[in-house]
C-alpha cells in the first residue's frame, strides 16, 4: 500500500491567493483527518471525515478555510485568501471505521506551506 | 487539551533502553493510550497503544500502571533514528489530541 499521499510536498505562495492542498486516503479506510502544525500551536485538528461527510470542523479557523471529500479517495483543504499566519505543515492522515478510537492513524507526509 | 504530560527532553545512549514517561492522571475507563513519534517533521508514526494490559510489538513496550494514571514506553535497543518527538496521547475520540511531546535525542 502507498500509504497516504499528500499533494504538493511544499507550497510557496502570496499573501492573498487561493491555495489548495490535496490527500489521498488509504484505500478503504472511512476516516480521513485535516491537521495543522505550528511552532506556536504544535499539531492540532482542522476537521474530520466519516465516509465523505464532515463530522467534526470546529478545528478550522475561520471561514478562509474550506474542506471537501467529493469521494472516498480524495480530499481537499482549501485555504482562501491565504495570509503568513497560515502558513504551517499541514498532514493528511487516515483510519478504518472498525473499533472507532481503537483505529490507528495513519498520517501523510505534509504539506509544508509559506505564505509570504 | 492534551490530557498528559511528559517531559520535553531525555536522552538516550545508543544500544541502551530508552524508557519514556507519561503522566495522564485524569484518564478515564475507555480511553486508549496511544503513542506515537514524529521523525524530523515528517508526519506522526503510530508506534503502540493499550487500554490496560502491557503490550509490546516489534517497535516498542508499553507499561501501563495498573491504575493507568501513568504509562512507559519502552524502546529496548535505541538506535541514532529514533532520535524524534515522542507524543504519549489518551483518546477519547476518533481523532488525536497532541500534546508537546518528548524530544528524544539518542547519542552514540
Known amino acids: 500500500d502507498a500509504g497516504v499521499i499528500q499533494s504538493p510536498r511544499h507550497e510557496v505562495t502570496e499573501m492573498g491567493q487561493e491555495v489548495t492542498l490535496r490527500c489521498k486516503p488509504i484505500s478503504g479506510h472511512d476516516y480521513l483527518f485535516w491537521y495543522r502544525q505550528t511552532m506556536m500551536r504544535g499539531l492540532e485538528l482542522l476537521i474530520y471525515f466519516n465516509n465523505n461527510v464532515p463530522i467534526d470542523d470546529s478545528g478550522m479557523p475561520e471561514d478562509r478555510f474550506s474542506a471537501k471529500m467529493p469521494n472516498a479517495s480524495f480530499s481537499t483543504l482549501k485555504i482562501q485568501p491565504s495570509e503568513p499566519r497560515d502558513s504551517a505543515v499541514y498532514f493528511c492522515a487516515s483510519s478504518p471505521v472498525g473499533r472507532g478510537n481503537q483505529e490507528t492513524q495513519y498520517f501523510g507526509p505534509g504539506t509544508r506551506l509559506l505564505v509570504l | 487539551d492534551a490530557k498528559t504530560t511528559q517531559p520535553p527532553s531525555m536522552d538516550c545512549a545508543e544500544g541502551r533502553a530508552a524508557n519514556l514517561p507519561c503522566n495522564h492522571s485524569t484518564i478515564s475507563g475507555n480511553e486508549y493510550v496511544y503513542w506515537y513519534r514524529q521523525i524530523h517533521s515528517q508526519g506522526p508514526q503510530y508506534i503502540i497503544h493499550g487500554l490496560k494490559n502491557n503490550e509490546t510489538n516489534e517497535m516498542a513496550s508499553l507499561i501501563i500502571t495498573e491504575d493507568r494514571k501513568s504509562s512507559t514506553l519502552i524502546l529496548p535497543h535505541a538506535t541514532l533514528r529514533d532520535t524524534a518527538v515522542y507524543y504519549c496521547?489518551?483518546?477519547?475520540?476518533?481523532?488525536?489530541?497532541f500534546g508537546k511531546g518528548t524530544k528524544l535525542s539518542v547519542k552514540p
Open positions: 496521547i489518551v483518546r477519547p475520540l476518533m481523532y488525536l489530541i
